[in-house]
Protein backbone atom coordinates (compact mmCIF):
# COMPACT_ATOMS: atom_id res chain seq x y z
CA UNK A 1 0.00 0.00 0.00
CA UNK A 2 1.39 3.58 -0.96
CA UNK A 3 0.59 6.32 0.94
CA UNK A 4 0.75 9.90 0.00
CA UNK A 5 1.43 12.50 2.58
CA UNK A 6 0.93 15.90 1.23
CA UNK A 7 3.50 18.89 2.18
CA UNK A 8 2.46 19.48 5.49
CA UNK A 9 3.38 20.98 9.36
CA UNK A 10 2.66 20.19 12.36
CA UNK A 11 0.57 21.50 15.33
CA UNK A 12 2.85 23.44 17.79
CA UNK A 13 2.43 21.78 21.27
CA UNK A 14 1.72 17.56 20.42
CA UNK A 15 1.67 14.51 23.30
CA UNK A 16 2.35 11.12 21.80
CA UNK A 17 2.92 7.44 23.82
CA UNK A 18 5.28 5.75 22.42
CA UNK A 19 5.07 1.64 22.76
CA UNK A 20 8.05 -0.37 24.64
CA UNK A 21 11.24 -1.06 23.16
CA UNK A 22 11.56 -3.47 20.73
CA UNK A 23 14.89 -4.57 22.44
CA UNK A 24 13.94 -4.29 25.93
CA UNK A 25 10.86 -6.77 25.18
CA UNK A 26 12.27 -8.93 23.00
CA UNK A 27 15.23 -9.72 25.62
CA UNK A 28 12.72 -10.15 28.72
CA UNK A 29 10.65 -12.47 27.13
CA UNK A 30 13.14 -14.86 26.49
CA UNK A 31 14.03 -14.52 29.96
CA UNK A 32 10.73 -14.82 31.24
CA UNK A 33 10.10 -17.92 29.11
CA UNK A 34 13.32 -19.60 31.00
CA UNK A 35 12.07 -18.03 34.26
CA UNK A 36 8.49 -17.70 34.12
CA UNK A 37 8.94 -15.74 37.94
CA UNK A 38 9.44 -12.56 35.66
CA UNK A 39 6.37 -10.52 34.95
CA UNK A 40 6.50 -7.51 32.18
CA UNK A 41 4.37 -4.60 31.73
CA UNK A 42 4.57 -2.55 28.37
CA UNK A 43 5.70 -5.24 25.93
CA UNK A 44 6.00 -3.71 22.78
CA UNK A 45 3.27 -3.88 20.17
CA UNK A 46 5.15 -4.49 17.22
CA UNK A 47 5.95 -7.21 14.80
CA UNK A 48 8.77 -8.43 15.99
CA UNK A 49 7.56 -9.07 19.65
CA UNK A 50 4.70 -10.48 18.75
CA UNK A 51 6.52 -13.06 16.56
CA UNK A 52 8.99 -13.47 19.57
CA UNK A 53 5.48 -14.02 22.16
CA UNK A 54 3.94 -16.39 19.58
CA UNK A 55 7.23 -18.12 19.03
CA UNK A 56 7.91 -19.06 22.62
CA UNK A 57 4.35 -20.29 23.33
CA UNK A 58 3.67 -22.33 19.88
CA UNK A 59 3.93 -26.38 19.93
CA UNK A 60 4.79 -26.12 16.27
CA UNK A 61 7.86 -27.59 14.95
CA UNK A 62 8.31 -25.16 12.02
CA UNK A 63 8.18 -21.61 13.01
CA UNK A 64 8.58 -18.48 10.74
CA UNK A 65 9.74 -15.64 12.39
CA UNK A 66 9.42 -13.24 8.98
CA UNK A 67 11.42 -10.48 9.24
CA UNK A 68 12.55 -10.23 13.14
CA UNK A 69 16.42 -10.24 13.18
CA UNK A 70 16.10 -10.18 17.45
CA UNK A 71 13.81 -12.98 17.59
CA UNK A 72 16.13 -15.01 14.98
CA UNK A 73 19.03 -14.55 16.92
CA UNK A 74 17.67 -15.06 20.33
CA UNK A 75 15.43 -18.06 19.28
CA UNK A 76 18.49 -19.99 17.90
CA UNK A 77 20.33 -19.74 21.04
CA UNK A 78 16.92 -20.85 22.94
CA UNK A 79 15.68 -23.65 21.42
CA UNK A 80 19.42 -25.13 20.56
CA UNK A 81 19.34 -25.32 24.63
CA UNK A 82 16.25 -26.61 25.24
CA UNK A 83 16.84 -30.27 25.54
CA UNK A 84 14.53 -32.18 23.35
CA UNK A 85 12.87 -30.06 21.13
CA UNK A 86 13.26 -29.98 18.00
CA UNK A 87 12.11 -26.95 15.53
CA UNK A 88 13.14 -25.64 11.90
CA UNK A 89 13.41 -21.74 12.49
CA UNK A 90 12.57 -19.79 8.87
CA UNK A 91 11.86 -16.41 8.44
CA UNK A 92 11.78 -14.25 5.14
CA UNK A 93 13.21 -14.22 2.17
CA UNK A 94 15.39 -11.35 3.66
CA UNK A 95 15.38 -13.07 6.62
CA UNK A 96 17.55 -16.09 4.72
CA UNK A 97 20.04 -13.83 3.75
CA UNK A 98 20.47 -12.23 7.04
CA UNK A 99 24.03 -14.29 8.45
CA UNK A 100 23.60 -16.51 11.47
CA UNK A 101 27.05 -18.44 11.03
CA UNK A 102 28.92 -16.65 14.15
CA UNK A 103 26.28 -17.68 16.38
CA UNK A 104 25.73 -21.57 14.90
CA UNK A 105 29.68 -21.60 15.05
CA UNK A 106 29.71 -20.35 19.42
CA UNK A 107 26.24 -22.86 19.74
CA UNK A 108 27.88 -25.41 17.99
CA UNK A 109 31.00 -25.45 19.89
CA UNK A 110 28.76 -25.51 23.39
CA UNK A 111 27.63 -28.88 22.20
CA UNK A 112 24.58 -27.88 20.00
CA UNK A 113 23.02 -29.35 16.90
CA UNK A 114 22.32 -27.34 14.31
CA UNK A 115 21.90 -27.37 10.65
CA UNK A 116 21.61 -25.18 7.65
CA UNK A 117 18.23 -25.70 5.32
CA UNK A 118 18.86 -23.89 2.60
CA UNK A 119 21.71 -21.50 2.76
CA UNK A 120 25.21 -22.24 4.19
CA UNK A 121 25.63 -19.56 7.20
CA UNK A 122 21.84 -18.48 7.04
CA UNK A 123 17.86 -19.19 8.26
CA UNK A 124 16.16 -21.73 7.86
CA UNK A 125 17.68 -24.08 10.54
CA UNK A 126 16.63 -27.00 11.88
CA UNK A 127 17.73 -27.12 16.15
CA UNK A 128 17.89 -30.02 18.16
CA UNK A 129 17.86 -29.06 21.99
CA UNK A 130 20.25 -30.20 23.68
CA UNK A 131 21.88 -30.15 27.51
CA UNK A 132 24.66 -27.80 26.90
CA UNK A 133 27.52 -28.74 29.29
CA UNK A 134 30.59 -26.98 27.47
CA UNK A 135 31.18 -23.19 29.12
CA UNK A 136 33.71 -21.28 27.19
CA UNK A 137 33.32 -19.76 23.73
CA UNK A 138 34.81 -16.97 21.67
CA UNK A 139 32.95 -15.25 19.22
CA UNK A 140 33.54 -12.62 16.21
CA UNK A 141 31.94 -9.65 18.03
CA UNK A 142 31.93 -7.21 15.00
CA UNK A 143 29.15 -8.33 12.75
CA UNK A 144 26.29 -8.20 15.25
CA UNK A 145 25.88 -7.96 18.68
CA UNK A 146 22.52 -10.11 18.73
CA UNK A 147 25.12 -13.18 18.44
CA UNK A 148 26.41 -12.25 21.66
CA UNK A 149 23.24 -11.32 23.36
CA UNK A 150 21.36 -14.57 22.28
CA UNK A 151 24.25 -16.16 24.06
CA UNK A 152 23.83 -14.05 27.02
CA UNK A 153 20.26 -14.86 27.72
CA UNK A 154 20.56 -18.54 27.67
CA UNK A 155 23.57 -18.75 29.94
CA UNK A 156 22.27 -18.53 33.33
CA UNK A 157 20.19 -21.61 32.00
CA UNK A 158 23.04 -23.84 31.04
CA UNK A 159 24.57 -26.09 33.82
CA UNK A 160 27.87 -24.43 33.62
CA UNK A 161 27.21 -20.89 32.79
CA UNK A 162 29.10 -19.29 29.90
CA UNK A 163 32.29 -17.74 29.72
CA UNK A 164 32.20 -15.23 25.93
CA UNK A 165 35.72 -13.83 24.63
CA UNK A 166 34.75 -11.25 22.06
CA UNK A 167 37.07 -11.19 19.32
CA UNK A 168 37.96 -7.85 17.39
CA UNK A 169 36.41 -4.41 17.89
CA UNK A 170 32.95 -4.73 19.06
CA UNK A 171 29.79 -3.17 17.62
CA UNK A 172 26.67 -2.27 18.92
CA UNK A 173 27.98 -1.92 22.12
CA UNK A 174 24.80 -0.59 24.30
CA UNK A 175 22.68 -3.31 22.96
CA UNK A 176 25.03 -5.88 25.05
CA UNK A 177 24.90 -3.47 27.91
CA UNK A 178 21.34 -3.83 27.58
CA UNK A 179 21.27 -7.44 27.45
CA UNK A 180 23.57 -7.82 30.68
CA UNK A 181 21.58 -4.64 32.89
CA UNK A 182 18.53 -6.49 32.32
CA UNK A 183 20.49 -9.94 33.65
CA UNK A 184 21.39 -8.17 36.57
CA UNK A 185 18.12 -6.36 36.96
CA UNK A 186 16.58 -9.71 37.11
CA UNK A 187 18.94 -11.05 39.45
CA UNK A 188 21.38 -13.27 37.48
CA UNK A 189 25.22 -13.06 38.10
CA UNK A 190 27.04 -11.25 35.30
CA UNK A 191 30.00 -9.18 34.32
CA UNK A 192 31.22 -7.75 31.22
CA UNK A 193 34.79 -6.23 30.81
CA UNK A 194 37.16 -5.80 28.50
CA UNK A 195 36.54 -8.49 25.82
CA UNK A 196 35.01 -10.90 28.45
CA UNK A 197 31.44 -11.89 29.83
CA UNK A 198 30.69 -14.38 32.38
CA UNK A 199 27.45 -15.13 32.88
CA UNK A 200 26.97 -17.66 36.68
CA UNK A 201 24.63 -20.42 36.33
CA UNK A 202 21.09 -19.88 37.78
CA UNK A 203 20.57 -22.90 39.64
CA UNK A 204 17.09 -21.69 42.00
CA UNK A 205 14.54 -19.78 40.52
CA UNK A 206 14.85 -15.51 40.43
CA UNK A 207 12.60 -13.43 42.73
CA UNK A 208 9.08 -12.88 41.41
CA UNK A 209 9.15 -9.07 40.09
CA UNK A 210 7.36 -7.03 37.40
CA UNK A 211 9.75 -5.02 35.20
CA UNK A 212 8.20 -2.37 33.02
CA UNK A 213 9.76 -1.76 29.50
CA UNK A 214 10.73 1.83 28.55
CA UNK A 215 9.39 3.48 25.50
CA UNK A 216 11.14 2.88 22.12
CA UNK A 217 13.74 5.39 21.53
CA UNK A 218 14.88 4.05 18.20
CA UNK A 219 10.79 5.28 17.67
CA UNK A 220 11.50 8.72 19.07
CA UNK A 221 14.01 9.50 16.57
CA UNK A 222 11.74 10.12 13.99
CA UNK A 223 9.98 12.22 16.51
CA UNK A 224 12.97 14.01 16.89
CA UNK A 225 13.49 15.04 13.00
CA UNK A 226 9.84 15.77 12.84
CA UNK A 227 10.35 18.48 15.63
CA UNK A 228 13.95 19.20 13.78
CA UNK A 229 12.23 20.32 10.51
CA UNK A 230 9.79 22.21 12.36
CA UNK A 231 9.65 26.25 13.18
CA UNK A 232 11.33 26.96 16.41
CA UNK A 233 8.80 26.78 19.04
CA UNK A 234 7.50 23.34 18.21
CA UNK A 235 7.43 20.82 20.59
CA UNK A 236 5.91 17.07 20.92
CA UNK A 237 5.66 15.48 24.55
CA UNK A 238 6.71 11.48 24.26
CA UNK A 239 6.23 8.93 26.83
CA UNK A 240 7.28 7.22 28.26
CA UNK A 241 11.11 7.34 28.84
CA UNK A 242 13.50 8.22 31.08
CA UNK A 243 17.20 9.55 31.72
CA UNK A 244 18.78 6.76 33.55
CA UNK A 245 18.08 4.86 29.47
CA UNK A 246 18.93 0.87 28.58
CA UNK A 247 18.62 1.97 25.29
CA UNK A 248 21.80 3.30 23.37
CA UNK A 249 19.70 5.08 20.86
CA UNK A 250 18.73 7.67 24.02
CA UNK A 251 22.19 9.32 22.57
CA UNK A 252 19.63 11.15 20.25
CA UNK A 253 18.96 14.02 22.73
CA UNK A 254 22.70 14.89 22.85
CA UNK A 255 23.04 14.59 18.91
CA UNK A 256 20.02 16.63 18.32
CA UNK A 257 21.20 19.79 20.04
CA UNK A 258 23.23 20.18 16.58
CA UNK A 259 19.83 20.50 15.06
CA UNK A 260 18.83 23.04 17.22
CA UNK A 261 16.54 20.85 19.00
CA UNK A 262 16.45 20.00 23.01
CA UNK A 263 15.48 17.62 25.54
CA UNK A 264 13.79 18.11 28.75
CA UNK A 265 13.15 14.89 30.71
CA UNK A 266 9.93 15.09 33.45
CA UNK A 267 7.78 12.59 34.94
CA UNK A 268 8.67 9.48 32.85
CA UNK A 269 8.31 11.62 29.81
CA UNK A 270 10.53 14.07 27.06
CA UNK A 271 9.35 17.46 25.98
CA UNK A 272 11.53 17.33 22.32
CA UNK A 273 11.76 20.91 21.29
CA UNK A 274 12.62 23.05 18.12
CA UNK A 275 14.74 26.17 20.23
CA UNK A 276 16.68 27.42 17.52
CA UNK A 277 17.33 27.35 13.90
CA UNK A 278 20.04 24.05 13.27
CA UNK A 279 23.88 25.81 12.61
CA UNK A 280 24.38 24.80 9.21
CA UNK A 281 27.47 23.05 9.90
CA UNK A 282 28.44 19.99 8.50
CA UNK A 283 27.64 17.14 11.01
CA UNK A 284 30.07 14.48 11.70
CA UNK A 285 28.97 11.66 13.72
CA UNK A 286 30.13 8.17 14.65
CA UNK A 287 27.33 5.97 15.17
CA UNK A 288 28.36 2.94 15.87
CA UNK A 289 26.80 2.40 19.11
CA UNK A 290 23.57 3.41 17.51
CA UNK A 291 23.34 2.05 13.91
CA UNK A 292 19.40 2.04 14.10
CA UNK A 293 18.97 6.24 14.27
CA UNK A 294 20.89 6.93 11.28
CA UNK A 295 18.48 6.95 8.26
CA UNK A 296 16.63 9.15 10.67
CA UNK A 297 20.00 11.27 11.05
CA UNK A 298 20.68 11.40 7.54
CA UNK A 299 17.11 12.37 6.51
CA UNK A 300 17.19 15.11 8.63
CA UNK A 301 20.31 16.62 7.36
CA UNK A 302 18.49 16.24 4.07
CA UNK A 303 15.93 18.41 5.30
CA UNK A 304 17.78 20.66 6.70
CA UNK A 305 20.06 21.18 4.16
CA UNK A 306 23.19 20.74 5.62
CA UNK A 307 25.79 18.62 4.92
CA UNK A 308 26.61 15.21 7.12
CA UNK A 309 29.49 12.14 7.21
CA UNK A 310 27.61 9.30 9.13
CA UNK A 311 30.45 6.47 10.08
CA UNK A 312 30.54 3.25 12.40
CA UNK A 313 27.40 1.84 10.19
CA UNK A 314 29.14 -1.28 8.62
CA UNK A 315 26.54 -3.56 10.23
CA UNK A 316 23.93 -2.08 8.45
CA UNK A 317 23.99 -3.83 5.01
CA UNK A 318 23.08 -6.78 7.07
CA UNK A 319 20.06 -5.62 8.50
CA UNK A 320 16.31 -5.67 6.87
CA UNK A 321 18.01 -4.26 3.73
CA UNK A 322 20.93 -2.87 2.93
CA UNK A 323 20.35 0.27 4.29
CA UNK A 324 23.77 1.96 3.26
CA UNK A 325 22.63 1.19 -0.70
CA UNK A 326 18.82 2.11 0.23
CA UNK A 327 19.37 5.45 1.76
CA UNK A 328 21.48 6.38 -1.00
CA UNK A 329 19.70 5.39 -3.45
CA UNK A 330 16.37 7.19 -2.00
CA UNK A 331 18.18 10.12 -0.73
CA UNK A 332 19.20 10.69 -4.30
CA UNK A 333 15.48 10.41 -5.49
CA UNK A 334 14.62 13.48 -3.46
CA UNK A 335 17.66 15.49 -5.61
CA UNK A 336 20.48 14.48 -2.46
CA UNK A 337 23.98 13.73 -3.23
CA UNK A 338 25.34 10.81 -1.06
CA UNK A 339 28.76 8.67 -1.34
CA UNK A 340 28.80 5.69 0.78
CA UNK A 341 31.53 3.42 1.67
CA UNK A 342 31.41 -0.13 3.50
CA UNK A 343 30.92 1.81 6.88
CA UNK A 344 29.74 5.27 6.52
CA UNK A 345 27.42 7.53 4.42
CA UNK A 346 28.52 10.88 3.05
CA UNK A 347 25.81 13.83 2.34
CA UNK A 348 26.19 16.96 0.15
CA UNK A 349 24.50 20.19 0.80
CA UNK A 350 20.89 19.84 -1.13
CA UNK A 351 19.67 22.75 -2.25
CA UNK A 352 16.46 21.54 -3.99
CA UNK A 353 14.07 18.89 -3.01
CA UNK A 354 12.32 17.26 -5.24
CA UNK A 355 8.34 17.07 -5.56
CA UNK A 356 6.21 13.83 -5.24
CA UNK A 357 8.82 11.82 -5.41
CA UNK A 358 7.90 7.55 -4.43
CA UNK A 359 10.25 6.18 -1.88
CA UNK A 360 10.37 2.77 -1.86
CA UNK A 361 11.10 0.97 1.60
CA UNK A 362 12.86 -1.88 0.98
CA UNK A 363 10.61 -4.10 3.71
CA UNK A 364 12.48 -1.83 6.22
CA UNK A 365 10.37 -0.27 8.98
CA UNK A 366 13.01 2.61 9.27
CA UNK A 367 13.32 3.22 5.35
CA UNK A 368 9.62 4.38 5.60
CA UNK A 369 9.57 6.19 9.30
CA UNK A 370 13.14 8.18 8.56
CA UNK A 371 11.80 9.67 5.16
CA UNK A 372 7.93 10.40 6.50
CA UNK A 373 9.34 13.56 7.80
CA UNK A 374 10.46 15.15 4.50
CA UNK A 375 6.95 15.70 4.27
CA UNK A 376 7.50 18.78 6.02
CA UNK A 377 9.65 20.40 3.19
CA UNK A 378 7.95 18.64 0.01
CA UNK A 379 4.98 15.91 -1.24
CA UNK A 380 6.13 12.59 -1.46
CA UNK A 381 4.57 9.06 -1.23
CA UNK A 382 5.48 5.82 0.56
CA UNK A 383 5.73 2.72 -0.88
CA UNK A 384 4.42 -0.57 1.35
CA UNK A 385 3.78 1.67 4.47
CA UNK A 386 2.59 -0.91 6.13
CA UNK A 387 6.24 -1.68 6.60
CA UNK A 388 6.17 0.11 9.70
CA UNK A 389 4.46 -2.60 11.79
CA UNK A 390 7.50 -4.28 12.09
CA UNK A 391 8.49 -2.07 15.34
CA UNK A 392 5.75 0.87 15.40
CA UNK A 393 2.06 -0.13 14.22
CA UNK A 394 0.77 3.12 15.44
CA UNK A 395 3.00 5.29 13.08
CA UNK A 396 1.09 6.69 10.44
CA UNK A 397 -2.29 7.68 12.98
CA UNK A 398 0.56 9.13 15.07
CA UNK A 399 1.36 11.55 12.30
CA UNK A 400 -1.98 12.39 11.71
CA UNK A 401 -2.49 13.29 15.13
CA UNK A 402 0.02 15.70 14.99
CA UNK A 403 -1.31 17.62 11.93
CA UNK A 404 0.53 15.57 8.76
CA UNK A 405 -2.07 15.24 5.51
CA UNK A 406 -1.39 11.50 4.86
CA UNK A 407 -3.78 10.36 1.83
CA UNK A 408 -3.93 6.87 0.37
O1 LIG B 1 20.08 -6.47 20.16
C1 LIG B 1 19.17 -5.76 19.64
O2 LIG B 1 18.04 -5.61 20.15
C2 LIG B 1 19.48 -5.02 18.38
C3 LIG B 1 20.78 -4.88 17.97
C4 LIG B 1 21.18 -4.11 16.79
O3 LIG B 1 21.66 -4.99 15.80
P1 LIG B 1 23.27 -5.18 15.54
O4 LIG B 1 23.88 -5.60 16.83
O5 LIG B 1 23.31 -6.25 14.50
O6 LIG B 1 23.78 -3.85 15.08
C5 LIG B 1 20.03 -3.27 16.21
O7 LIG B 1 20.31 -2.90 14.85
C6 LIG B 1 18.73 -4.00 16.26
O8 LIG B 1 17.67 -3.13 15.81
C7 LIG B 1 18.35 -4.45 17.64
C1 LIG C 1 17.77 -4.07 12.68
C2 LIG C 1 16.61 -4.01 13.30
O1 LIG C 1 15.96 -5.10 13.86
P1 LIG C 1 16.30 -6.64 13.71
O2 LIG C 1 17.81 -6.78 13.50
O3 LIG C 1 15.85 -7.21 15.02
O4 LIG C 1 15.53 -7.17 12.54
C3 LIG C 1 15.88 -2.72 13.50
O5 LIG C 1 14.84 -2.74 14.21
O6 LIG C 1 16.35 -1.70 12.97
Known amino acids: MTISLQKSSIHKTNSLTITGSKSESNRLLLLQALFPELTIENVSNSDDSHVMQQALETTSEIIDIHHAGTAMRFLTAYFASKSG ?35 EGCPPLRIKGKHLTQSKVSLNA ?15 KLENGLELTLKGKITSVPYIEMTLALLKQVGIEASFNGNLIKIVPQVSTLNPQTL ?7 SASYFYSIVALSAVGTNIRLSSYKKDSLQGDSVLASLYESFGVSTVFENEQ ?35 GISCHLSGLHTLKIKETDRLLALKTEIEK ?25 IATYNDHRMAMAFAPMALKTKLNIEDANVVSKSHPSFWDDLKNLGFKITQ
Open 334 to 358: LGGSVHITENSLALEVTKHINFDVS
Open 142 to 156: NVSSQYISALMLIAA
Open 270 to 304: IQIKKVSEAIKEPINFQLNHAPDIAQTIAVTCLGL
Open 212 to 218: VVESDWS
Open 85 to 119: SEVVLTGSPRMKERPVEILVEALTHLGADIAYLET
